[in-house]
């Protein structure tokens, strides 16, 4: 019923942008809150940035400065615009919605970093 939706990965040079998407099932807003989380090959999986109903913020030490997260109210999406990336930020990203009926995870998209 409730439903994640990634997109926006792929194959960039270090130094270069990009800007993923998160489509949700209901209204976006709806959320507690909204976050990216990361994983790379033989890594566990961490909190890139999330986002509170209210507003509020909150980012991974690695991406301060060069990630922001937000919500796009026209197209329903949680946005996370990724800038000045490095091959260190390759890994596959996934959103993660929380709302008192549970806990929400999209399949997830590949973000490659080439040096």
């Known amino acids: 019923q409730v439903q994640l939706v990634e997109s926006g990965g792929g194959s960039v040079q270090a130094g270069g942008s990009l800007r993923l998407s998160c489509a949700a099932s209901g209204s976006i807003f709806s959320f507690n809150a909204v976050g990216w989380y990361r994983q790379a090959p033989g890594k566990q999986r961490e909190l890139v940035a999330d986002i509170t109903r209210g507003g509020s913020t909150n980012y991974a030490d690695s991406v301060k400065g060069r990630f922001t997260i937000s919500r796009d109210s026209a197209k329903n999406t949680a946005v996370l615009q990724m800038s000045s990336l490095k091959p260190e930020d390759t890994a596959v990203y996934y959103c993660?919605?929380?709302?008192?009926?549970?806990?929400?995870w999209g399949k997830g998209t590949l973000v490659t970093v080439s040096s």
């Open positions: 993660n919605g929380r709302k008192l009926s549970g806990t929400y």
